[in-house]
């Protein structure tokens, strides 16, 4: 993995950087549904140099094998320059041209990578204000920096973003309880845990209880609020990205009902909506946003 410093070594022209933020992400095509065939030719570029730089920074929180922390720095430094200098890493040489013709603020691209520090630091969350201020770094800001791509700089517009984002990445942490917990993080706030009555020692043992189940069937009842105060946005939206925006929310909706089903088990399998059942979605999300025209 390329750090920022490491870069250094060569210079990027724009058009090398929007190249390397393509193959990377059409190589992650599944994880990042914006990225599509749905999308204005004139907006992929755009679109890819925002994934990548978000891939990016999620690989040296997680994936980096030298000092974390001391990489992050690097790439703040980098973001910075974005606003103001020369970037050298190739991904920031592109989004420094995607940041300059749609005025997307620093702030976003800071907090991206403020979560990933946070990653550093804590792997326990005892109560879900200081899991939604995680959320407020992780997800949020992706969501923001996407309505900018495509001209909506409103605060209600990003209001309802974050209703959305924030319902995604609790949906993505109760997908994936088992993994995270193998990675040495615990997304479930402490506070619901010692509610329902399920130890972390329970965990660990991958005991599925009762009171598992019922606190798993509270935390994605928490994520459907999140999810229906966010479908307004769909309707406020235009163009192709109002199907992706759907897309987000109903294929996230769903996977919250593939967790139900397994009568909210994700400690022996986690949920997942089959490539069929996606396409499934996508085909009949398309229509009625045709037939009832703005609505979902």
Same mark, same amino acid.
């Given at each position: 993995m390329e750090t920022v410093l490491q870069a250094q070594a060569r210079r990027y022209t724009a058009e090398e950087g929007y190249a390397l933020c393509a193959q990377l992400a059409e190589g992650h095509y599944e994880n990042f549904t914006v990225a599509s065939w749905l999308l204005p030719k004139e907006k992929r570029r755009h679109v890819y140099a925002v994934y990548a730089f978000c891939r990016y920074v999620d690989d040296l929180g997680d994936r980096y094998e030298g000092d974390r922390l001391a990489a992050l720095d690097d790439l703040e430094r980098g973001v910075r320059l974005c606003y103001g200098g020369a970037p050298v890493h190739p991904y920031l040489v592109a989004l420094q041209q995607t940041i300059r013709e749609h005025d997307i603020p620093i702030e976003p691209f800071l907090k991206l990578v403020e979560a990933n520090r946070i990653d550093q630091r804590t792997k326990r969350y005892p109560d879900y204000e200081a899991l939604e201020y995680y959320c407020q770094h992780s997800a949020n800001p992706v969501g923001r920096i996407v309505l900018h791509l495509f001209?909506?700089?409103?605060?209600? /517009?990003?209001? !309802? +973003?974050?209703?959305?984002?924030?319902? @995604?990445?609790?949906?993505?942490?109760?997908?994936?309880?088992? $993994?995270?917990?193998?990675?040495?993080?615990?997304?479930?706030?402490?506070?619901?845990?010692?509610?329902?009555?399920?130890?972390?020692?329970?965990?660990?043992?991958r005991k599925f209880t009762p009171a598992f189940r019922d606190m798993m069937a509270f935390e994605v009842g928490r994520a459907r609020v999140l999810f229906h105060r966010g479908l307004e946005l769909v309707?406020?939206?235009?163009?192709?990205?109002?199907?992706?925006?759907?897309?987000?929310?109903?294929?996230?909706?769903?996977?919250?009902?593939?967790?139900?089903?397994?009568?909210?088990?994700?400690?022996?399998? /986690?949920?997942? !909506? +089959?490539?069929?059942?996606?396409?499934? @979605?996508?085909?009949?999300?398309?229509?009625?946003?045709?037939? $009832?025209?703005?609505?979902?």
């Open positions: 001209g909506y700089r409103d605060a209600h /517009r990003q209001m !309802l +973003s974050d209703y959305t984002c924030t319902a @995604l990445q609790l949906t993505n942490f109760w997908q994936d309880v088992r $993994r995270d917990y193998e990675m040495g993080r615990i997304y479930i706030p402490l506070e619901d845990m010692e509610r329902f009555g399920y130890s972390e020692a329970m965990l660990a043992g309707s406020t939206l235009d163009g192709r990205i109002r199907l992706d925006a759907a897309l987000f929310s109903l294929g996230g909706m769903r996977v919250l009902d593939a967790i139900e089903r397994q009568r909210f088990d994700v400690l022996s399998k /986690r949920p997942v !909506l +089959s490539k069929r059942a996606k396409i499934g @979605l996508m085909i009949r999300t398309a229509l009625k946003l045709r037939i $009832r025209g703005r609505a979902l």
